[in-house]
């Protein structure tokens, strides 16, 4: 089965850095859109930045300039770099996988188990 490990969350003040990264256990890596989405208590999952196959990126507007989405697919890995951050950025942050080719079961999405990340001084 497909499984996703996010690993980098913890506790920073206002205005720190963090880096988070999801590796995941597929031989297809490379025929998946990867995604970082974070859920706050009581709020929705949202989506906070996807890249695609070919590398296109979209963040989510209030990450636009802050966080940086990236791909690593000789490590199967993606990472979220986290900069300037707020209290509002607190959640648990999940990585995503969506595959974009039959070989990997098209339109299948994978979720991992979440990582917490706390803006606080």
């Known amino acids: 089965q497909v499984r996703l490990v996010e690993s980098g969350g913890g506790l920073v003040p206002p205005g720190g850095s963090l880096r988070l990264s999801c590796v995941v256990s597929?031989?297809?890596?490379?025929?998946?859109?990867m995604g970082w989405y974070r859920q706050a208590p009581g709020q929705q999952r949202d989506l906070v930045g996807t890249?695609?196959?070919?590398?296109?990126?979209r963040y989510n507007d209030s990450v636009k300039g802050r966080f940086t989405i990236s791909r690593d697919n000789a490590k199967s890995s993606v990472y979220l770099q986290m900069n300037s951050l707020t209290p509002e950025d607190t959640a648990v942050y999940y990585c995503?996988?969506?595959?974009?080719?039959?070989?990997?079961?098209?339109?299948?999405?994978?979720w991992g188990q979440g990582t917490q990340v706390n803006v606080s001084a």
């Open positions: 890249i695609s196959r070919s590398g296109t990126i």
């Open positions: 597929v031989i297809d890596f490379s025929l998946h859109r």
């Open positions: 995503q996988a969506l595959c974009q080719n039959y070989l990997c079961r098209l339109g299948h999405e994978y």
